[in-house]
């Protein structure tokens, strides 16, 4: 080959590389953004492996594709691509079965409103008494909602769960005890307790920092020692989700608290691991989110976000929201009982 055409070639070869790296650099990010919403065609080979690996297999898949995720909010259309099915359910306390929700899917039965409201408080306690006496100044209600923050609005549930004192009978104790749960805060020594969220399955930053991440979590209630691997838990956002989406931090804490309970040593045997989450968020407004895996995908139930910003809307709100997370756990979790 001639000396020209060969220069040429090379010439050629590099300047195509060269515009192909600063084009690959331009629309890497939204590459990226989109990964999630592509369908993913890989299928994992699962053969010889036990239930619990392929839900693991499966889990920890999501987990890495939310990690890539540069949204704050993921639509629950690109959540169906990936494997998570997402379905509307209203908040039901006094009903046995819940409407639009199949009574079999369901691992948490809701402590009926009724039921609450035959325990009375116990003034003697000075929380309780607090909590009863000086009501509308813990809710903020002297601040219009648009300065009513989420942990103003998780803080007062939290208190009513984990910290005010209900009487039965002679005695007396927190809803959350009364109804067979064992509380704790998500934190350890200034961090993520790694019984709750191992290290590894901690939530990457997108939009937030690190900082911001630590401030999402607060109070757990699970029911180790007694073989029942139901968890639930409370998260902050600062965001209001719009309409029909996620947020990315709800589903990647989902999926992490679930890969950890599955490498507890108390929870060899479970498979299945059923999560209920508390998501608060801005203008003191909150929902709850029940999750499980079922096969392939991850099924995520989702209420409408409840008010709280004033007392009217509180009255309906908080009794349904105390009695879910006093629910009760049902549902089978071990597949040597499957």
């Not at 990964?35 to 994992?44: F, I, L, W």
């Not at 009724?114 to 306690?125: L, N, P």
């Not at 903020?140 to 923050?149: G, L, Y």
Request: glycine fraction near 8%; hydrophobic fraction near 35%.
């Amino acid at each position: 080959m001639p000396v020209a055409e060969t220069l040429f070639c090379i010439a050629t070869f590099f300047g195509q590389t060269i515009i192909s790296g600063i084009v690959g650099n331009l629309i890497a990010p939204y590459v990226r953004f989109h990964k999630m919403g592509s369908s993913d065609k890989t299928t994992p080979n699962t053969s010889g492996l036990s239930p619990k690996d392929v839900n693991q297999l499966h889990l920890r898949r999501l987990f890495r594709l939310l990690d890539q995720e540069l949204s704050d909010q993921v639509a629950v259309s690109v959540c169906k691509k990936v494997g998570i099915t997402v379905k509307d359910f209203a908040l039901h306390a006094d009903l046995g079965t819940r409407k639009g929700v199949s009574k079999g899917h369901l691992f948490f039965k809701p402590l009926s409103k009724s039921r609450i409201g035959r325990y009375a408080f116990d003034m003697h306690d000075k929380t309780t008494k607090l909590l009863v006496q000086e009501g509308k100044k813990l809710w903020f209600d002297d601040k219009p909602p648009n300065e009513q923050t989420a942990y103003d609005c998780c803080t007062i549930i939290e208190a009513h769960f984990t910290g005010m004192k209900w009487k039965k009978g002679k005695y007396s104790c927190t809803l959350a005890k009364l109804s067979g749960w064992k509380t704790s805060g998500m934190f350890s020594n200034g961090r993520l307790d790694p019984e709750i969220l191992r290290g590894k399955y901690r939530p990457s930053s997108s939009v937030d920092d690190d900082e911001g991440w630590n401030g999402a979590f607060s109070y757990c209630w699970d029911r180790v020692g007694d073989g029942q691997a139901h968890i639930g838990f409370t998260m902050c956002h600062e965001t209001t989700p719009a309409k029909d989406t996620l947020q990315r931090r709800e589903l990647m804490a989902i999926v992490g608290v679930m890969l950890t309970r599955m490498k507890s040593p108390y929870f060899e045997e479970h498979h299945v691991i059923p999560v209920i989450l508390v998501s608060c968020f801005n203008e003191c407004k909150a929902r709850i989110l029940q999750a499980h895996l079922r096969e392939t995908h991850l099924v995520i139930y989702k209420s409408r976000l409840y008010d709280f910003s004033n007392p009217k809307n509180r009255e309906e709100s908080l009794p349904l929201f105390l009695a879910y997370m006093s629910s009760e756990s049902v549902g089978t979790t071990n597949f040597n009982r499957s």
